[in-house]
């Protein structure tokens, strides 16, 4: 779970945004860290293979305020999309303290959501968690499309366990800061709890 960093005095904690391939993870991370202060955000780094890739930066949202003396940097990672690289996506897990689940909102791409959420919970459990005791959000991405599947059904069908969820199109950003913001207050909530 989290890092403390007594250095610095910061409290190091890890999103992960997960979700099916082309769902609009990397378009999230892209958009928060073109949206954030210079002085307040790591290097954007991309682990990209010739099949796969993962984005990672840190940032320290600095109107989010301290806990107990220690500023909190918030470390946001992508997983790959497809659920062929699992074991990148397990590793990506590892120390995880909040997840984003990006669904995407098009009719077609259902099945990828259901499968995608299915491989969530069964790497977190491989890695000790239990996706009900993590801070935890859903976003319905690509709201702007056509084709796309209404709110009400997606949430009944994604979302079975009420958790904070949202409305987004991450190529314009409506949403994308809305959906970080809820996941970052869930955390700060166990961290100030003591979990």
Do not use: W
């Amino acid at each position: 779970m989290s890092f403390i960093n007594y250095a610095s005095r910061e409290i190091n904690c890890k999103i992960v945004y997960y979700g099916p391939g082309l769902c609009g993870k990397t378009t999230n991370l892209q958009f928060v860290y073109t949206k954030t202060a210079p002085e307040a955000k790591g290097k954007m780094i991309s682990l990209a293979t010739e099949t796969e890739r993962t984005l990672f930066f840190d940032f320290l949202p600095l109107a989010l305020g301290e806990i107990k003396g220690f500023k909190t940097r918030f470390h946001l990672y992508t997983v790959p999309g497809q659920v062929f690289y699992d074991a990148s996506r397990k590793l990506i897990l590892k120390g995880v303290d909040g997840v984003v689940f990006v669904a995407d909102s098009q009719e077609e791409r259902m099945d990828a959501n259901y499968e995608s959420l299915d491989n969530l919970e069964i790497n977190l459990k491989e890695q000790g968690y239990e996706l009900e005791k993590l801070p935890y959000v859903i976003q319905y991405n690509k709201r702007d499309l056509s084709n796309v599947v209404p709110v009400e059904e997606m949430r009944r069908e994604l979302n079975l366990m009420n958790v904070p969820d949202f409305e987004a199109c991450a190529m314009s950003g409506e949403g994308v800061f809305e959906t970080l913001k809820a996941v970052a207050k869930l955390i700060l909530i166990d961290l100030k709890k003591g979990k």
